[in-house]
Antibody, heavy 118, light 106 residues
Framework: EVHLVESGGGLVQPGGSLKLSCAAS????????MHWVRQPSGKGLEWVGR??????????AYAASLKGRFTISRDDLKNTAYLQINSLKTEDTAVYYC?????????WGQGTLVSVSS | DIQMTQSPSSLSASVGDGVTITCQAS??????LNWYQQKPGKAPKLLIH???NLETGVPSRFRGSGSGTYFTFTISSLQPEDVATYYC????????FGGGTKVEIK
């Protein structure tokens, strides 16, 4: 069974940085594209970005509105994907989800909450 | 970037009513569309994949149809446990989500 567990969220001051983790199990992580999606409280889902597999050169892509402060990486030996967020703003406050797969293979983690406040 | 226009943003219907939500893509996405249900405090749950395929274990009152740029999601007989927000998601080119439809019981 596919299992995705996000961690690393918490309360951060504006201007700070945070690195979220997504631990994966139950599927061939190294061959999978991993995505990050975020959701501010009471609002809709926003795609953040994705990282492809080694076979696809670990290619990354990001939402145009978020380019520059977000970096997605992965460690296939640890079956873990990461989302680094720099220069955090109050509007980055959200639950951050990692997801894998498309179509009927889509699976989501339970999310981790990032709160940006002074 | 592909834009997804979902409507309505909210709806209220009686138990047993049929409800329909639509999603329009800004360009052809074939059948690369999923529908999700999300309840407060929970991760989105996949209901329909590839535009019209019911996810295993999901009640048959949920149905999806469409291809290209126009898609519909229907609940044939609304139940109290269907109160939630529903999202469409395209994966034809990266990901984009519709704005969501909040479904309530009248």
């Amino acid at each position: 069974e596919v299992h995705l567990v996000e961690s690393g969220g918490g309360l951060v001051q504006p201007g700070g940085s945070l690195k979220l983790s997504c631990a994966a199990s139950g599927f061939t992580f190294s061959g999978s594209t991993m995505h990050w999606v975020r959701q501010p409280s009471g609002k809709g889902l926003e795609w953040v970005g994705r990282i492809r597999s080694k076979a696809n050169s670990y290619a990354t892509a990001y939402a145009a509105s978020l380019k520059g402060r977000f970096t997605i990486s992965r460690d296939d030996l640890k079956n873990t994907a990461y989302l680094q967020i720099n220069s955090l703003k109050t509007e980055d406050t959200a639950v951050y989800y990692c997801t894998r797969g498309v179509g009927g293979d889509a699976r989501w983690g339970q999310g981790t909450l990032v709160s940006v406040s002074s | 970037d592909i834009q997804m226009t979902q409507s309505p943003s909210s709806l209220s219907a009686s138990v047993g009513d049929g409800v329909t939500i639509t999603c329009q893509a800004s360009q052809d996405i074939s059948n690369y569309l999923n529908w999700y249900q999300q309840k407060p405090g929970k991760a989105p749950k996949l209901l329909i994949h590839d535009a019209s395929n019911l996810e295993t274990g999901v009640p048959s009152r949920f149905r999806g149809s469409g291809s290209g740029t126009y898609f519909t999601f229907t609940i044939s007989s609304l139940q109290p446990e269907d109160v939630a927000t529903y999202y469409c998601q395209q994966y034809g080119d990266l990901f984009t989500f519709g704005g969501g439809t909040k479904v309530e019981i009248k």
